[in-house]
């Protein structure tokens, strides 16, 4: 059994930051990539960063400049530091994990509950 915790979520206001965190804990031998998806009302979930084991990242086109992904391997553990928040940015955050339970086998994807994020002034 894998469990990813997400939290940081919250109000801010416009130019405002945040940081959201996930854990992910359970049955884990190895984490593969992670990262951090969101959606917004009416429209399709979307990536938003993601990171490798090896920390190379990839961002969003909206989100370039603004957001940073980071990753602590001992903790098992993916952080979203977003600044210069814009109200477009509001939407539920999923965080995303490719895990492996054993030393063979295949990864599997899992995915937090959501943390909702409110940029509004």
């Known amino acids: 059994q894998v469990q990813l915790v997400e939290s940081g979520g919250g109000l801010v206001q416009p130019g405002g930051s945040l940081r959201l965190s996930c854990a992910a804990s359970g049955s884990i031998f190895s984490i593969n990539s992670m990262g951090w998806y969101r959606q917004a009302p009416g429209k399709p979930r979307e990536s938003v960063a993601t990171?490798?084991?090896?920390?190379?990242?990839n961002y969003a086109d909206s989100v370039k400049g603004r957001f940073t992904i980071s990753r602590d391997n001992a903790k098992n553990t993916v952080y979203l530091q977003m600044n210069s928040l814009k109200p477009e940015d509001t939407a539920v955050y999923y965080c995303r994990a490719d895990i492996r339970s054993q030393s063979i086998g295949t990864f599997y994807a899992y995915w937090g509950q959501g943390t909702q994020v409110t940029v509004s002034s």
């Open positions: 990171i490798t084991s090896g920390g190379s990242s």
